[in-house]
Every structure is written in C-alpha cells, then in structure tokens.
T-cell receptor, first 112, second 114 residues
Framework: LAKTTQPISMDSYEGQEVNITCSHN???????ITWYQQFPSQGPRFIIQ???TKVTNEVASLFIPADRKSSTLSLPRVSLSDTAVYYC?????????????FGTGTRLKVLA | DTAVSQTPKYLVTQMGNDKSIKCEQN?????MYWYKQDSKKFLKIMFS???????INETVPNRFSPKSPDKAHLNLHINSLELGDSAVYFC?????????????FGPGTRLTVL
C-alpha cells in the first residue's frame, strides 16, 4: 500500500527556518512532488513543486534527494501567519494503479 | 472573483437522506476532482474528471456519484447518507491533470450527518 507520511506537528518561533519532510516510497517515476498549505476552514493552496534536486520560489524551497523517496519543504524565517497544516502530494503507482496521494499533513505552529 | 466555488458551504442532514454538493471553476481547466477530508485532516481523492470523462474513481461506496455536465462543473451526489460520511468535501481543478499539474481547491463543504 502506498503511503506518504509526514510528522504530525511541529512548533517553531518567528524568524526561524522550518524544514518539513515527507516520505513517499512509491512515487511514480515521472511524477512531481507538490506541497500545499491549508489554513483552517479553507482549501489547500499551492506552495511549491519539484521533480528532483532543489527548487526555490519566493516563499519556500524544496529539496529532493536522488532516489526521490522523500522530499523536504523548507520555509525560511517563518512568521505567525505561516501557522497552518502543510501537505505533500505525489502520484504513486501501487500494483500497477496510479493514485494521487496526499501526505498525512504536518501541523506547523509558529510562536511569537 | 472566486476561481473554484462550492455550494453549500455547510450541509447538515439526517441519515438516509440524499444530498448534492455543487462545484464550479472559472479557470478554464480541463480536470476537476473531489476530495474528502476527515476529522483527522487526512485528504483523500475520491474522483477525477477530465473534460467530463471519469479518469480516477477511488474505492468509494457507490452511494457517491459524481456528475459533470460540462468541464466547468463537477457535482457530487450522495445517496442514503451515513454517519461516516460526515467530513469536509473539497472540489479542485487543474489545467490538464497528471502529476505536474497544480490543483486549485475550493473552500470546502462541511457535511454533518446526524
């Protein structure tokens, strides 16, 4: 069974860098890894996407090792408004069937 | 202007009833999705349509029936509602579908079955 796992929760202080890792052992060969942010009572919102090595945009960086079985979302200098749940999303192939699989979600709490 | 909209936002109903949730996207996307988010915040895909054609149908009870009248709409009809159907249901859309596509999510519909 394809599983995509993340730490349940993390706490951080304002101004610190936060790294959230997702484990995705069954990622499909050609699939990208996408990270989403979700605030309470809202739908998930796209943060960043990558296939391998490192990707950086204006809000985050994404690190993907060569085997692509995991990925790490890096949020530089978090603020209180970054308090949210973060999900990775991958396409995975299990028993020949392709599936979209969201990670279990990481609840990030940023403290003042 | 809302990109992906869902109605209703809240839905409270009795066991055994039949209900529908509507979803519309104005992004011109070809692919639409339904997800279920349970009380533990796990997100699980239920269905995906590409240009009105069903392309992903996860193992969900056949009480759940998606309908896509056109590529901008994907509605979810649920028959004989059960307590376990209580969850937040999210609609999403993406350009063409597939692992490289960014999905845009609606605000969710919180379904409570009593």
């Amino acid at each position: 069974l394809a599983k995509t796992t993340q730490p349940i929760s993390m706490d951080s202080y304002e101004g610190q860098e936060v790294n959230i890792t997702c484990s995705h052992n069954n990622i499909a060969t050609n699939d990208y890894i996408t990270w989403y942010q979700q605030f309470p009572s809202q739908g998930p919102r796209f943060i960043i996407q990558g296939y391998k090595t490192k990707v950086t945009n204006e809000v985050a960086s994404l690190f993907i090792p060569a085997d692509r079985k995991s990925s790490t979302l890096s949020l530089p200098r978090v603020s209180l408004s970054d308090t949210a749940v973060y999900y990775c999303l991958v396409g995975a192939t299990t028993s020949g069937t392709y599936k979209y699989i969201f990670g279990t979600g990481t609840r990030l709490k940023v403290l003042a | 202007d809302t990109a992906v909209s869902q109605t209703p936002k809240y839905l409270v109903t009795q066991m055994g009833n039949d209900k529908s949730i509507k979803c519309e996207q104005n992004l011109g996307h070809d692919t639409m999705y339904w997800y279920k988010q349970d009380s533990k915040k796990f997100l699980k895909i239920m269905f995906s349509y590409n240009n009105k054609e069903l392309i992903i149908n996860e193992t969900v009870p056949n009480r759940f029936s998606p309908k896509s009248p056109d590529k901008a709409h994907l509605n979810l009809h649920i028959n004989s509602l059960e307590l376990g159907d209580s969850a937040v249901y999210f609609c999403a859309s993406s350009q063409v579908g597939g692992g490289t596509d960014t999905q845009y999510f609606g605000p969710g519909t919180r379904l409570t079955v009593l």
